[in-house]
């Protein structure tokens, strides 16, 4: 028998909080007053950086109302880690080499629909649920990217409206809760869409809709009626945890915590008042309520986004591993400030209290930020989801406005040579997306042809409104750009793109 004996750190939980070291902010309010009012699904990093952290700084004001109960929607996974430390989880806000910890206990139950998902559905019935937020991702709400519309043919939608008891797609859910709540004389939740669609909640809204409407009619003339779904702009900058900063958060804590979230200190969440049975003061920890969202979410959806989407393909296919090493290269960043100035910023109405240039300046310190190791392969992930909104939106409107897009056309080339699956030093990596099948068997089938690969993905609707695939100009544009990157590389496509002007 050996002497070695290891020794478990202990778990995070309420009873050590005390025990914490003093510089690691922790709830200051007692957590068992606190009930639930919110139900989110889809309990992943950013919500757990974003969405909580203000409802934590509201409860942490006196509320007690608005506890979060979080769902798990994929697997049990996250659920599973945060139970045994008492949904207490730690961000850890990151910036030049200043750590900030804090333990967050805005979520105060979770659970998952892989084994639960009669309680949740039950839970979301209550009437002391009063809103019900979500970060699903775009592919989450079942959605044709091209038009925004519900995807009828998609097959978590054709099973959830075989046996709607049983849903296991969110429109689905969505909607089984508010029939359980109106069978039950409980008005309805407002459903607070946190992903970055283009209106996201008036897009929701219309899913959701059209899902009732082929399932009962009568329920969709209830939703159209009775259902608020404000838009939202979220923002804050959360890559996936990895295990590093595990390590990172256990050393600062003196404790076990199997979920941290990493993220930066920037944040951002602007709000459209529409809350029929009333909401947390999230104002009051820095959110922004206005009428229109819109103006803020196209600013952040193209600039931020956008910019991340090119970063990601061109990053991915050159081997660049993360948004700060992109923009330590000699080059990208240079791209980067083109796409907002030529093709982006052109495109956004006046933001309120907002100077579009310096948003866009920032930006670029955020994409530096040296302590969030963001993973250009996670970004690159559902492209088919991600470039219409981020891209192909604004290019629509630029070529409406007589000018051809001078960036955008590079970011879709060097996205149609990712999905050949295999970078410029002969690496191979997953190509993530809902249509990924599709994808990968038009790339694999037009490799050595560029005109022949251009055309065969211009030919997807779900991606490329019929508009945009139909300009000549465009399409000529990308084709030259994905020539070049095929043949002769990012390095030199990057040194002759920035040759001209
Ligand atoms: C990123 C976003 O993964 C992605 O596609 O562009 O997750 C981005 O980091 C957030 O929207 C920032 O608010």
């Not at 559902?382 to 409107?397: I, N, T, V």
Request: aromatic share 6%; proline share 7%; glycine share 6%.
């Amino acid at each position: 028998m050996t002497m070695t004996a290891t020794i478990e750190a202990e778990r995070l939980s309420d009873a050590l909080l005390d025990r914490l070291p003093a510089s690691v902010a922790r709830p200051a309010y007692d957590r068992a007053a606190v009930t639930p009012g919110i139900v989110h699904l889809g309990l992943g990093a950013f919500c757990r950086a974003h969405l909580a952290t203000y409802t934590d700084a509201v409860l942490a004001a006196g509320a007690t109302d608005w506890g979060i109960v979080g769902v798990d929607l994929l697997s049990p996974a996250i659920r599973d880690a945060l139970k045994p430390q008492d949904c207490l989880y730690t961000v850890l806000t990151r910036e030049d080499g200043r750590d900030q910890v804090q333990v967050v206990g805005s979520f105060i139950d979770a659970m998952a629909t892989a084994d639960q998902r009669d309680a949740v559905i039950a839970l979301m019935a209550r009437p002391e649920i009063r809103i019900v937020t979500l970060t699903v991702t775009e592919k989450g709400y079942c959605q044709d990217a091209a038009t925004g519309a519900l995807d009828e043919a998609h097959p978590l939608i054709r099973a959830d409206l075989a046996d709607p008891a049983q849903p296991r797609s969110v429109p689905g859910l969505l909607v089984e809760a508010i029939r359980a709540r109106r069978a039950a004389g409980v008005p309805p939740f407002t459903v607070l869409v946190c992903d970055n669609l283009a209106q996201n909640g008036t897009k929701v809204r219309g899913i959701v809709i059209r899902f009732a409407e082929l399932r009962d009619p009568e329920l969709a003339a209830y939703i159209a009626a009775q259902v608020s779904f404000p838009c939202t702009m979220v923002d804050r900058i959360t890559p996936a945890t990895q295990d590093a900063d595990r390590l990172a958060v256990d050393t600062a804590l003196g404790f076990e915590d199997r979920w941290p979230v990493v993220t930066e200190p920037f944040r951002q969440w602007v709000i459209e008042d529409r809350f029929p049975l009333g909401r947390p003061a999230w104002e009051t920890a820095g959110a922004i309520i206005v009428d229109d969202v819109h103006p803020f979410e196209l600013m952040k959806l193209r600039c931020l986004n956008g910019a991340h989407s090119l970063l990601a393909y061109l990053s991915v296919v050159a081997g660049i591993g993360t948004v700060a090493e992109a923009m330590a290269d000699p080059q990208l960043p240079a791209v980067v400030r083109r796409l907002w100035a030529e093709d982006l910023i052109p495109t956004l109405p006046p933001v309120p209290d907002t100077d579009i240039p310096a948003y866009t300046q920032a930006l670029e310190a955020r994409f530096r930020n040296p302590g969030i190791r963001h993973r250009t392969l996670q970004i690159s992930s559902d492209g088919s989801q991600k470039l219409p909104p981020r891209l192909l939106e604004p290019a629509r409107e630029r070529i409406a406005a007589g000018v051809q897009p001078t960036v955008i056309p590079l970011a879709v080339a060097a996205w149609m040579r990712f999905l050949l699956g295999e970078d410029e030093a002969g690496a191979v990596y997953a190509v993530a997306d809902p249509l990924a099948g599709d994808l990968t068997r038009i790339a694999q089938a037009h490799r050595d042809d560029s005109a022949a690969l251009v055309d065969a993905l211009f030919a997807v609707e779900d991606i490329f409104a019929p508009e945009l695939a139909a300009d000549a100009g465009f399409r000529a544009a990308v084709a030259a750009q994905l020539d070049s990157l095929m043949h002769v590389g990012v390095r030199a496509t990057l040194t002759a793109f920035l040759a001209q002007r």
